[in-house]
T-cell receptor, first 113, second 112 residues
Framework: GDSVTQMEGPVTLSEEAFLTINCTYTATGYPSLFWYVQYPGEGLQLLLK?????DKGSNKGFEATYRKETTSFHLEKGSVQVSDSAVYFC????????????FGQGTELSVKP | DAGITQSPRHKVTETGTPVTLRCHQT?????MYWYRQDPGHGLRLIHYSYGVKDTDKGEVSDGYSVSRSKTEDFLLTLESATSSQTSVYFC???????????FGPGTRLLVL
């Protein structure tokens, strides 16, 4: 079945460092891909999404490009802030609505001043 | 913000007892979902609903049932709680056409 694999955490960076969180997926067809973020003590919220190959999703300085040839959707940010400390989830959906999400295991990011 | 509330926010119960978790939304979204979050697994879909009285199973539905008698409410029931159902439960709604799910704050359930 479909699945999502993320890099293991936790990831600890200094403020203003470059961030990459790797995400690869296994799926039939052409799923939509998402990054959701969970701040401490809260529910998840959508960070960005891409619905077809070569699409780039971006939001709040974060970017991810839908790479069909490598089945990847890596999350990047050029300069992280302490406020970016959170757990990041990569996810896919096959239902053309963005529902029935399949999540990766999550990557915890800690940014130190 | 889709105005999603979950109740209770925390619950401790004993093995074998029934438990019902409630999700309430104020945005009239058609689709609703229940997920559980466990370390090392991310979130996994338990059940979902695509309208009043229309529900279906997700990846980890065994031991759970759901009901949706009104658009705004989606109930998750553990018929006879087990320790393996200790988890954090999240409800989510989906705004049609935007491919964006909105999540509630979660319910932390401990089954002793």
């Amino acid at each position: 079945g479909d699945s999502v694999t993320q890099m293991e955490g936790p990831v600890t960076l200094s403020e203003e460092a470059f961030l990459t969180i790797n995400c690869t997926y296994t799926a039939t067809g052409y799923p939509s891909l998402f990054w959701y973020v969970q701040y401490p003590g809260e529910g998840l919220q959508l960070l960005l999404k891409a619905t077809k190959a070569d699409d780039k999703g971006s939001n709040k300085g974060f970017e991810a490009t839908y790479r069909k040839e490598t089945t990847s959707f890596h999350l990047e940010k050029g300069s992280v802030q302490v406020s970016d400390s959170a757990v990041y989830f990569c996810a896919l959906s096959q239902d053309n609505q963005g529902g029935k999400l399949i999540f990766g295991q999550g990557t915890e990011l800690s940014v130190k001043p | 913000d889709a105005g999603i509330t979950q109740s209770p926010r925390h619950k401790v119960t004993e093995t074998g007892t029934p438990v019902t978790l409630r999700c309430h939304q104020t945005e009239n979204h058609r689709y609703m979902y229940w997920y559980r979050q466990d370390p090392g697994h991310g979130l996994r879909l338990i059940h979902y609903s695509y309208g009043v009285k229309d529900t279906d199973k997700g990846e980890v539905s065994d031991g759970y049932s759901v009901s949706r008698s009104k658009t705004e409410d989606f109930l998750l029931t553990l018929e006879s709680a087990t320790s393996s159902q200790t988890s954090v439960y999240f409800c989510a709604t989906l705004r049609s056409g935007q491919e964006t799910q909105y999540f509630g704050p979660g319910t932390r359930l401990l089954v002793l």
